[in-house]
């Protein structure tokens, strides 16, 4: 859903189920997009990234999906596990540079046993 | 190998104070980034060095912020006369090579409280 002020979206599951985090970016010159987790006092870590030429990519356990025409991002993880709560956020590399990642707001996973 | 660091974790300064943080790349990275971070935000770029060179500094706030990386290998952050609305986490992040939007490791961040 859409975050409101300070407030992150959020999305709650239970061990083992399969979860799916929606990202909206900015930009549709963007052709390089990476999913970031966040736990509690770290910093971002990598997950997967897909490039724009790509409308589909997998990992271990996770599935992005990349939807140009929406410019929309989706991150699925399989099978999900108490290890994975952290907030997850969406990234672009906008159009003009290869460096700079504008990144989204972040949802909060939170995983129940 | 050791990854990116910072310190320190933690800093409280009075407003008005300047604080320096200092962030230690992993040893060889080329690329250097500065985010900062506020309460239930992602991190928004500040600046971006390719060894010594500042190449981009367009995020940083205002001319209270500076950034350096003399010998192309640590770098500080420094921000003179603290205001409450710098208190955020401020993030480092580098990168093997040149550019490096796909594969930037980050640090723990240090976490700055203005009161």
């Known amino acids: 859903g859409e975050s409101v002020g300070l407030h992150l979206p959020t999305l709650s599951v239970q061990e083992g189920d399969n979860s799916i985090i929606n990202c909206a970016y900015s930009?549709?010159?963007?052709?390089?997009f990476i999913w970031y987790k966040q736990e509690s006092g770290k910093g971002p870590q990598f997950i997967i990234d897909?490039?724009?030429?790509?409308d589909k990519r997998q990992g271990q356990r996770v599935t992005v999906l990349l939807n140009k025409t929406v410019k929309h991002l989706s991150l699925q993880i399989a099978a999900t596990q108490p290890g994975d709560s952290a907030v997850y956020f969406c990234?672009?590399?906008?159009?003009?540079?290869?460096?700079?990642?504008?990144f989204g707001k972040g949802t909060l996973l939170t995983v129940n046993p | 190998g050791a990854g990116v660091s910072q310190s320190p974790r933690y800093k409280v300064a009075k407003r008005g104070q300047d604080v320096a943080l200092r962030c230690d790349p992993i040893?060889?990275?080329?690329?250097l980034f500065w985010y900062q971070q506020a309460l239930g935000q992602g991190p928004e770029f500040l600046t971006y060095?390719?060894?010594?060179?500042?190449?981009?500094k367009s995020g940083l706030p205002s001319d209270r912020f500076f950034a350096e990386r003399p010998e192309g290998s640590v770098s500080t952050l420094k921000i003179q006369r603290t205001q409450q609305e710098d208190s955020a986490v401020y993030l480092c992040?580098?990168?093997?090579?040149?550019?490096?939007?796909?594969?930037?490791?980050f640090g723990p961040g240090t976490r700055l409280t203005v009161t």
């Open positions: 992040a580098s990168s093997l090579v040149p550019g490096g939007a796909y594969a930037q490791y």
């Open positions: 990234a672009e590399n906008s159009g003009g540079s290869n460096y700079k990642l504008t």
């Open positions: 040893s060889g990275h080329v690329s």
């Open positions: 897909i490039r724009s030429n790509m």
């Open positions: 060095f390719q060894n010594e060179a500042q190449l981009d």
């Open positions: 930009n549709s010159a963007s052709d390089y």
